[in-house]
C-alpha cells in the first residue's frame, strides 16, 4: 500500500460523536422527554383488504388519561408519497380514510397521559370494517378477477421500467451458449436498533418541531408540511443521534404523522415509539421479487445477451418501491459489459406491508441471480469463474449505454486480488468451497424525484477566534459516520487538525438542506460541499496571509496541520491559529465563512459514479441438516478514496453481516397478508458466534467526481455476499439455490432432489 | 420448424423462439395480438416470469403454429 | 397496585424508590432515575440493549422487575467512568470504531465489562463472541466489539501500559 499523502484522510481516528455514545450521553429520540408530553399509540388495522365504515371513538375518550383519538378524517387525507415529483406514485395517507389495505395500516391513534393508558385506550375505539377479499401474492393480484387494491390501477401493477440496448434478439443470434433461470427472492426488514420514534410537539403560534429517528429531517419537514398544511420553514425537525435506518427511515411514517396529527390537535408535545412487532409488520421492507433471466455468452465467455423479467412484490403502497424497480434491473447488468440487454420489471401492489428500499436497493436480489448464473454457465462451459468475469468487466471509461459512464473502476484489480486470495487459500475439506460473486453499486442518485428545489448537498463553514471551526451540513449520521467522515474532509481541506472541527447536523433549523442519508449518497455529494465551503474559507484566510507576507506572485500558500506556509519553503509561514486572529481583525471582527454545495449536472440516468468490489464467501455446508457456517469472508473493495477509515471497516463488515442475512438467515414469511415472525426470537439476525472474519483489500482508484477521489462504500457491499454464499455452495455440493435467503431445509431438500435426479439439478 | 411472427413477420427458428420474440418486444402491437387471440399478455407474461419452465412461450408458440397451419 | 418501596445502589449512590411492583428495572433506571444511557429495542429479552449490571453480573433490564433487585448493586453504562476517566472498555471501543448508531453499545459495553470481569483471559475470539451472544448489533457485524474486548484482554488499557 503506497503511503498516505494526506493528513487527515485515511487515518484511524475516533469517531467524532463516540465519546458521547460510549458513555451513553447520547441522545436518541427514544430518549427526549418533553414537559408535558403525551404518549401516543396507533390503532392498525386487523385486515389486509377492508373498507372503513365507521370509527367510533366514544368509549376510548372515557378513558381517564385519554387526551385525543383522530383518525383520517381529522387530517387533511393527503395522498402522499417520496416520489413527490410524481403524484400517480404518492398513493399512501397513513392515516388511511376510506380503505385499509395491508394488516397494521394505521385507521386511529391515541394520545395519552401514559403509554399504557393510551394502548388500554386502543382496545376501546369501535371499528366497524367491511371485510373485503384480499390478495397478498403478486402472481395472484396481477389477474383478472383479483381484487382491485388502489382504485384505477388495473392489474394491480402500478409502476413498469424498461431498460434496454443493442439488438438483443441478434445478441442472442450470436450467442453459442444460452442459459435460463427463474429465482425467487425474498424480502428483508430493517431492524434497526431503534425502533421508528417520534416527538412532536406543536404549539399555538403555528410551529412544529419534530424530534424523529430519521435519515434525512429534510424530507420530513419536507412531507410533514405536504401533508398538515404547514409551512415547510415552521417545522423543525431535530435528529441528534439516529439508531440506525438502512433505507427504512427517510420516508414518512406513521410515528412522524400520527404525532404531529395528535399533537397539532392538542398543543402538546406527543411521543409515539414503535415496538418491536409494530416496526416488523407495519414499516415498509426490502422488495421481494421473482427474476426471470435470460443470458447469452460465447463458448469463450464472452457475454452476447441478456434479457431480465422481474416481479415485484410491492406490497400495499409504492415509496421508494419505483426506484428499486428500476435499480434492480440497471444493477443486474453489473458490473459487465452488455452487447445487448434487456430488462423490464414490474411492480404489483399487494395485501401486504409495502415494500421499499433497503440497503442495496433491489441490487442484492439482482446480483443473487446474476452472479450465480455466471457461475452455472462458467461450470456449464469449463470455464474459470474469474477468467469469465474478467473477460466481460467494466473498465474505466466504458459507457452503459444510454445510462451511465463509469468514471473510475478498479474491478480488474479487485478480480486479481481475490484470485491470489483463493489461490492462497489452497484445498479446502469437504463440503466447503469458497464462492465469489462480483458487483459495482451507485454513488447516490442524480434524480429529483422528490422534486427538491435545492442543492442536493450543501455545507457552510464558519471560522472562530480560536481557530475552532463550525460546520453546519444537512448530511444526516444515522451511524455511518457522516459526521466524522465530513469533518475529516473538512480539516483536509482547510489543512487544520480534525480536533479543529465541529460538526453541526441533525437540526433543520440551523442546518443546510441536504437530501440525507440514502443511496450511498453522502460522501460524494456532502464531501463535495464540504470540500468547496472548506476550499473557499481556505482561500479567503490565505488572501490575510499573502498581504501579509507580500512574497512574490509566484509563490503558492498553504494550510497543513494547522501551519500556514509558502509551498515551495514550508518552514516559512505562521501558525494557522494566529492567522484567523488577525483575519478576523481585518475583517472588522467578521468571522470567514465559507459556502460549499454540489447537486450532480449530466451524470446519466443513475449516478455521478460507481463502486466496485468482488467478494469471496468462504463457507462450510451440512449435508444432513442443510446448516451453513461461513468461516471467512473476504472483499476487494474499490471506493475510490478511503476517506474514514474505521468508518469503512465498519461498513465492509456491517453490510456483511446484514447480507449474511439476506443470504441465509432473515426469512419473512408473510401468509395471508400477515408477517409470521415479527419478533426478534423467531426473526433471525446474525449474532456474534456466527458472525465471519471479514478481511478487507483495498483497491484504490481515482474518482474524478468524487472528494479526493472518493465513492461510495456501505450500501454497495451488501451486494454481492447472497449470492457468493449461493456460489460457495453450488462449489461444494453442485446444488443451484434459486431462492433467499437459503434455509436449511431448502438446502436438505436440494439434496434430496438431486440424489432423485441421480444427477445434477 | 420455422415460423414467421404472426405481427411482424420476422421469421424465428421455431415455435418457442417465435413466442420468446413476441414477449419480448412487449410493444403494443405485439401486445395488441395476444389480445385478438383472446389471451391476456399480463397473465402470460407474469406466468412466463416466475414460474419456472416456460410454459407461456410453449402455449403460445404452439397457438402461432396453429393459426399459420390452418 | 400497592406501590412497593426499593431501595438500591445505582453507580454507588444509595436511591429509594417507590413504584409500582410491575416495574421493570430498565423502567426504573430510565424512567425514574433518568439514567437514558439503557435503551430498550424489543419486547422478547432477545436483544440486550438493557442490559445492566447486577453485582456484577451482565443481566437483560427488561427480564427483571426493579423490585427484584432490592438491595443490590447496579452498575449502567453511566457509571463505568470514574473520575472522568474511561473504563478500558469504553476507550478500547473508541480505538476500534466498535459502534456506529450507537444504539446497541451501552448494553453491549456492559455485556463486555461483566464478560471481562468474568473471563479476564479468554482463550479465544470464539469466547469474547459467545460472551457477547446475548447482545444484537445491526451495524457493526461484530467483529469490531470483539476486537475492542481483544485488545482491553491483551493488557492494552492497563495502567501504564
Known sequence: ?761 | MSLKCPVCGKLKKDPVDCARHMFGTGDKPHKAWFETQGLSYIDLLLSQATEPGNKAYIEVGELIARTQQG | MEKQLLRFNVNDQEYELFINPKTLLVEALRDHLGFAGTKRGCDTASCGVCTVMVNGMAVKGCSVLAVQVNGMNITTVEGLEKDGKLDPVQAAFLDEGAYQCGFCTSGMIMSARAFLNETPAPKDAMEIRRGIEGNLCRCTGYNSIVRAIDAVAKGKYREGA
Not at chain 1, 429534510?218 to 438502512?246: K, M, P
Not at chain 1, 433505507?247 to 418491536?276: H, N, W, Y
Not at chain 1, 468487466?393 to 486479481?416: F, M, N, R
Request: hydrophobic letters at 40%.
Open chain 1, 1 to 761: 500500500m503506497t503511503a498516505n499523502k494526506y493528513s487527515v484522510l485515511n487515518t484511524r481516528v475516533h469517531n467524532v460523536d463516540g465519546y458521547a455514545k460510549v458513555t451513553g450521553r447520547a441522545t436518541y429520540t427514544f430518549d427526549v422527554k418533553l414537559p408535558g408530553m403525551l404518549y401516543g399509540k396507533i390503532l392498525r388495522s386487523p385486515h389486509p383488504h377492508a373498507r372503513i365504515i365507521s370509527i367510533d371513538p366514544t368509549e376510548a375518550l372515557k378513558l381517564p388519561g385519554v387526551k385525543a383519538v383522530v383518525t383520517g378524517k381529522d387530517t387533511l387525507g393527503v395522498k402522499q408519497g417520496i416520489w413527490r415529483r410524481y403524484p400517480e406514485l404518492c398513493d399512501e395517507q397513513i392515516l388511511t380514510i376510506e380503505k385499509v389495505r395491508y394488516i397494521g395500516e394505521p385507521v386511529a391513534a391515541v394520545a395519552a397521559i401514559t403509554e399504557e393508558i393510551a394502548e388500554q385506550a386502543l382496545d376501546l375505539i369501535d371499528v366497524l370494517y367491511e371485510v373485503l377479499p384480499f390478495v397478498d401474492d403478486p402472481m395472484e393480484a396481477i389477474k383478472k378477477e383479483a381484487p382491485m387494491i388502489h382504485e384505477g390501477v388495473e392489474r394491480n401493477v402500478n409502476v413498469t421500467r424498461h431498460i434496454e440496448w443493442g439488438d438483443v434478439e441478434e445478441a442472442f443470434e450470436e450467442a453459442e451458449y444460452v442459459r435460463e433461470d427463474w429465482f425467487k427472492l425474498g424480502g428483508q426488514a430493517h431492524m434497526c436498533m431503534e425502533t421508528r420514534a417520534t416527538v412532536a410537539s406543536y404549539t399555538s403560534d403555528k410551529k412544529l418541531t419534530v424530534y424523529t429517528s430519521t435519515q434525512s429531517p429534510y424530507y420530513h419537514q419536507a412531507l410533514l408540511a405536504g401533508v398538515l398544511g404547514l409551512r415547510e420553514s415552521d417545522i423543525r425537525v431535530i435528529a441528534h443521534y439516529v439508531g440506525g435506518g438502512f433505507g427504512g427511515k427517510f420516508e414518512l411514517d406513521a410515528s412522524q404523522f400520527c404525532a404531529s396529527v395528535l399533537s397539532m390537535k392538542l398543543s402538546k408535545p406527543v411521543k409515539i415509539v414503535f415496538t418491536r412487532e409494530e416496526d416488523f409488520i407495519a414499516t415498509k421492507r426490502r422488495t421481494p421479487m421473482f427474476y426471470y433471466v435470460r443470458t447469452g455468452v460465447k463458448k469463450d465467455g464472452t457475454f452476447c445477451a441478456r434479457e431480465a423479467r422481474v416481479f415485484t412484490n410491492g406490497g400495499a403502497y409504492t415509496g421508494m418501491g419505483a426506484t428499486a424497480l428500476y435499480l434492480t434491473g440497471f444493477f443486474h447488468s453489473f458490473p459487465y459489459k452488455w452487447k445487448a440487454y434487456r430488462y423490464d420489471g414490474y411492480r404489483v401492489y399487494t395485501n401486504s406491508l409495502p415494500s421499499s428500499s433497503m440497503r442495496g436497493f433491489g441490487a442484492p436480489q439482482a446480483m443473487f441471480c446474476s452472479e450465480q448464473q455466471i457461475d452455472w454457465i462458467a461450470a456449464d462451459l469449463g470455464l474459470d469463474m474469474i477468467e469469465i468475469r474478467r473477460k466481460n468487466a467494466h473498465t474505466t471509461g466504458y459507457e452503459v449505454p444510454g445510462q451511465a459512464t463509469i468514471g473510475s473502476c478498479g474491478l480488474g484489480q479487485c478480480l486479481d486480488r481475490i484470485e491470489e486470495w483463493i489461490k492462497a487459500r489452497g484445498t479446502l475439506p469437504k463440503n466447503r468451497a469458497i464462492g465469489i460473486s462480483a458487483a459495482g453499486f451507485m454513488t447516490g442518485g442524480i434524480f429529483n424525484w422528490f422534486d427538491s428545489p435545492y442543492s442536493f448537498s450543501s455545507a457552510v463553514v464558519t471560522i472562530n477566534y480560536d481557530g475552532v471551526v463550525e460546520l453546519h451540513v444537512g448530511a444526516q449520521d444515522i451511524g455511518q459516520g457522516s459526521n466524522t467522515t465530513l469533518a475529516m474532509i473538512c480539516a483536509e481541506a482547510l489543512g487544520v487538525k480534525l480536533e479543529n472541527i465541529k460538526v453541526h447536523s441533525g437540526d433543520t433549523d440551523h442546518c443546510p438542506a441536504d437530501l440525507g442519508a440514502w443511496g450511498s449518497r453522502q460522501t460524494l455529494m456532502a464531501g463535495n460541499a464540504v470540500k468547496m465551503a472548506a476550499e473557499d474559507a481556505k482561500k479567503q484566510l490565505l488572501e490575510f496571509a499573502s498581504a501579509k507576507f507580500g512574497y512574490n506572485i509566484i509563490y503558492d500558500l498553504d494550510i497543513k496541520d494547522n501551519w500556514v506556509h509558502n509551498v515551495a519553503r514550508p518552514e516559512r509561514g505562521m501558525h494557522y491559529a494566529d492567522l484567523v486572529k488577525e483575519a478576523l481583525r481585518g475583517k472588522d471582527g467578521q468571522r470567514i465563512i465559507g459556502r460549499g454545495h454540489y447537486t450532480p449536472h449530466r451524470k446519466g440516468m443513475i449516478s455521478p459514479a460507481y463502486s466496485y468490489m468482488v467478494q469471496a464467501v468462504e463457507a462450510e455446508i451440512d449435508a444432513e441438516t442443510g446448516k451453513l457456517s461461513i468461516i471467512h469472508c473476504t472483499t476487494a473493495h474499490d471506493c475510490g478514496q478511503p476517506i474514514n477509515t474505521l468508518g469503512l471497516i465498519g461498513q465492509l463488515e456491517g453490510a456483511a453481516s446484514m447480507a449474511v442475512g439476506y443470504g441465509c438467515l432473515e426469512n419473512m414469511p408473510v401468509e395471508d397478508g400477515k408477517v409470521m415472525n415479527p419478533n426478534l426470537v423467531d426473526y433471525k439476525i446474525i449474532r456474534a458466534p456466527n458472525m465471519p472474519e471479514c478481511e478487507i483489500i483495498e483497491i484504490d482508484t481515482f474518482e474524478p467526481e468524487g472528494p479526493y477521489g472518493a465513492k461510495e462504500a456501505g450500501e454497495g457491499l451488501t451486494n454481492p455476499t447472497a449470492a457468493a454464499l449461493g456460489n460457495a455452495i453450488f462449489h461444494a455440493t453442485g446444488l443451484r439455490m434459486k431462492q433467499a435467503p437459503i434455509m436449511p431445509e431448502m438446502i436438505v431438500n436440494a439434496f434430496k432432489e438431486k440424489k432423485k435426479e441421480g444427477g445434477t439439478p
